[in-house]
């Protein structure tokens, strides 16, 4: 029989090279990507998941976080240079990259649960649950 390791994850740990401290959110973004920078950044941080190489995810994330923001306050506007139509379409295609991006980092209930981001109360680091139970005595 073989043996295998799929489907085994690894217990979530604190990156090794996370960031101590949110960097200044980049001067190119837009105003609405600026704001869910600063809003998600400190998160992160804490967690100690993100790393300087993540930045650029993290961008991708915000641009695309600002775009559906954009777009869904410039639907009811009637002189739009593209017909709102199409808009529609570009705003789902944004949410869905800022939904997967959003996954990656931890961002969601699902993957915060997946990359150990909440900690349930029965959860106890001290107790090895395979010694529960077992003599002790030799």
């Keep these: ?8 994850k690894p217990k979530p740990q604190r990156d090794s090279e996370a960031l101590t401290k949110a960097p200044p959110a980049p001067k190119h973004l837009a105003p609405e990507a600026r704001a869910e920078w600063k809003r998600i950044m400190p998160g992160l941080i804490e967690r100690g998941i993100i790393t300087r190489s993540d ?3 993290v961008e991708a994330y915000c641009t695309a976080t600002g775009i559906v923001r954009v ?5 009811g506007n009637t002189a739009l240079p593209i017909p709102p139509y199409k ?3 570009v705003q789902i295609r944004y949410m869905q990259i800022a939904r997967q991006l959003a996954a990656e980092y931890g961002l ?3 993957s915060r649960a997946r990359v ?3 900690k349930t109360e029965d959860e106890d ?3 090895n649950p395979l010694t529960i139970g077992r003599n002790r005595c030799g």
């Design 87 to 89: 808009l529609a379409g």
């Design 125 to 127: 680091d001290d107790v």
């Design 1 to 8: 029989m073989s043996v295998h390791l799929r489907g085994v």
């Design 55 to 57: 930045l650029s995810g």
């Design 108 to 110: 969601t209930p699902t």
């Design 116 to 118: 150990g981001g909440t």
């Design 71 to 75: 777009i869904a306050e410039k639907t």
